[in-house]
């Protein structure tokens, strides 16, 4: 198995050599997924490659001011019909997080595959792969200074936006003397730490007020305490208005209650399908917890996406958390 720094030279070589890029994100992209995005096509646009950057849905609003956020193309909203033969993935634990940006990758696509997630099998054809990695975006941040391009402060502040919102504003235990290493070098350069914290982190929005308080309405604890969880229903979102983007973060208030080791999210597609999420306190890997689902992530912070009504996946995923607690 080759190591950490021949994956970035064989990275650097396979994005020489290569042109024409369809680079693409995982679905409901997050702080990480979009600045990972715009980091490779702020490369590819430094080496003069030809490009294109698309994701299943659209980028959060709050990510607007990012180099380009607005040429991530929304498949949703796109008439996208030609496909590529260079595919650079980032931020997707397995292949089908990609969604279906897939349905643009030619059959014999060559795929490098840039991640952070412990559950990733390695997808690609070439695998930049770093599992204790605090983002994808550090991974980046080591494979730009590979290629030796002069910083400006839109890539600073892409790479920036990405270990901030994965490490929960440097207080999870992923933000690493390296993080801080880099969030340095990052300031150095002009970035601007606090305005973004306050965008990324504190500001919300009336529709994440409103499904927030829904979801809080729903809060359940098993009789010893130590899970917790809430659900939000289609309808909750339509009655608020809100989108994706706007359930970000929701998880953690269960999860912060004194006492819990697991809180969940339970978030209802339709009828047939719920997406779950999990956050730990650290006694629960909740990583191989979600791949019991076929979900994947990291060791405190991870999620799955399973075929069945709220009332089945609830009681599902509660047995599966006390087995492993």
Not at 81 to 104: E, H, W
Not at 151 to 171: K, M, N, Q
Request: hydrophobic fraction near 45%; charge should be negative; proline fraction near 3%.
């Amino acid at each position: 198995m080759q190591s950490y720094e021949q994956s970035l030279q064989q990275t650097r070589e396979f994005l020489l050599e290569h042109d024409d890029y369809l680079v693409v994100s995982h679905v409901q992209p997050d702080g990480d997924a979009v600045s990972s995005t715009l980091a490779v096509g702020w490369l590819l646009s430094c080496l003069g490659k030809n490009y294109s950057m698309l994701n299943e849905g659209p980028i959060p609003k709050r990510m607007e001011y990012l180099w380009h956020a607005d040429e991530i193309i929304n498949l949703a909203a796109s008439e996208q019909t030609r496909k590529y033969s260079n595919v650079i993935c980032v931020d997707c634990a397995d292949f089908q997080r990609v969604g279906l940006t897939q349905c643009y990758f030619a059959d014999d696509a060559l795929i490098v595959n840039i991640d952070h997630h412990p559950t990733n099998n390695g997808y690609g054809l070439v695998n930049l792969i770093k599992p204790d990695a605090a983002a994808t975006a550090e991974i980046l941040f080591d494979l730009l200074k590979v290629f030796g391009i002069e910083w400006d402060i839109h890539i600073a502040t892409a790479i920036y936006t990405g270990l901030l919102t994965d490490t929960g504003g440097f207080r999870y235990a992923n933000t690493s003397p390296k993080v801080m290493a880099a969030v340095s070098e990052l300031l150095a350069l002009g970035v601007k730490g606090p305005e973004l914290a306050e965008t990324l982190l504190e500001e919300m929005t009336l529709a994440q007020v409103k499904v927030l308080n829904r979801a809080l309405n729903t809060l359940q604890l098993s009789p010893e305490g130590d899970i917790a969880w809430v659900h939000v229903t289609p309808q909750d979102m339509l009655d608020c208005d809100a989108a994706n983007e706007d359930l970000e973060g929701i998880v953690n208030y269960p999860r912060n209650i004194r006492g819990v080791e697991v809180g969940i999210l339970f978030k209802v597609i339709h009828e047939q399908a719920v997406k779950v999420s999990l956050r730990s306190a650290g006694k629960v890997d909740v990583a191989a917890l979600a791949q019991t689902f076929g979900g994947g992530g990291h060791t405190r912070a991870a999620g799955a996406r399973i075929e069945a009504t709220l009332e089945k996946v609830i009681p599902l995923v509660l047995e599966e958390v006390k087995r492993h607690l």
